[in-house]
């Protein structure tokens, strides 16, 4: 068809190899069906956080990430003394993308994102990203039939896009080639790497649950406003448990992600960092609680 046309010759003056065009672009004769239903049927997010984070955070998944934990001490060690990024954190956010890599997708990742690319919703997009997914096949790092992902194009462990892949990416183990879909090693590094790079802060945490006293100011909420520990301690708010906040200088933002019902937390600037990996208040939550956990025995 002529937008594959196009496509072959922009793909080819960006420095693609014909050789890897014609086994990629031939394999789409048309637009997946299944890719474009999915596009268009993403539900409105409607899910509390309690069941979000209830879904991701349980006993099964954080005894496996606890066993992650023993499994690759070496591997830890080396990327979290490299990056300065806590482990507890690169393996909660392992399980959380892809349970530690039993779900990472099973859509062909050429055609997921050359279908939604044509299909135009967020052409622009996507047609970047095939770009992108075509240079990681042109670098040898996967072999074109295993390179599987979500309907989406998010693919291996961690669940890069082809952009974030060729940004952050890492060979960890040194075999010449990067691959999330089965190094543990590179999926950890890679994890490291992008949170490092979207600046995290060695040995900081993520926030905490907190308990608001009674007719507290729910303006003060909300990520645009920051305060001092301290200062949220003078204004009464206190650690989940009823215990005091330290006294800090430490930046903190006050967070109601379900209202001022709902609960609370104070998250700090390694939440952010978070939120440049996913803009998911829930998702940050989530894999913050789950790295607690992990990290508790």
Same mark, same amino acid.
């Given at each position: ?98 349970? /530690? ?114 007719? /507290? ?47 609370? /937390? ?16 829930? /998702? ?14």
């Amino acid at each position: 068809m002529a937008w594959r046309e196009n496509f072959r010759k922009e793909a080819l003056a960006a420095g693609i190899s014909s050789k890897t065009l014609n086994t990629a672009l031939a394999d789409i004769p048309e637009p997946l069906a299944e890719v474009i239903e999915r596009d268009r049927r993403q539900p409105e997010f409607t899910q509390s956080l309690a069941d979000y984070v209830a879904a991701r955070v349980n006993e099964k998944r954080i005894d496996t990430g606890r066993k992650m934990m023993k499994r690759y001490p070496t591997w830890l060690g080396r990327v979290e003394k490299k990056h300065g990024v806590q482990r507890r954190f690169l393996v909660a956010l392992w399980g959380t993308e892809s349970n /530690f890599g039993q779900y990472t997708g099973d859509f062909p990742v050429i055609a997921s994102l050359a279908t939604l690319a044509y299909d135009g919703r967020r052409g622009a997009y996507f047609r970047g990203e095939l770009l992108n997914a075509l240079h990681i096949l042109d670098a040898g790092h996967i072999p074109f039939q295993q390179m599987k992902g979500s309907w989406a194009g998010a693919m291996g462990q961690c669940q890069f896009m082809p952009s974030s892949f060729r940004r952050f990416a890492v060979d960890a183990d040194g075999d010449g080639r990067i691959d999330i879909w089965n190094s543990v090693p590179d999926v950890l590094a890679s994890s490291a790497n992008y949170l490092a790079r979207a600046g995290w802060k060695k040995g900081q945490t993520w926030g905490r649950p907190v308990k608001l006293p009674a007719g /507290f100011d729910i303006s003060l909420a909300g990520l645009e406003n920051s305060l001092p520990l301290s200062q949220w301690r003078f204004l009464g708010v206190k650690k989940s448990d009823g215990r005091f906040l330290p006294r800090s200088r430490m930046a903190a933002s006050l967070i109601l992600p379900d209202g001022p019902e709902g609960p609370a /937390f104070l998250v700090y600037h390694n939440f952010r960092v978070l939120l440049a990996w996913n803009r998911s208040n829930a /998702f940050a939550v989530a894999v913050g609680t789950l790295a607690d956990r992990i990290g508790s025995q």
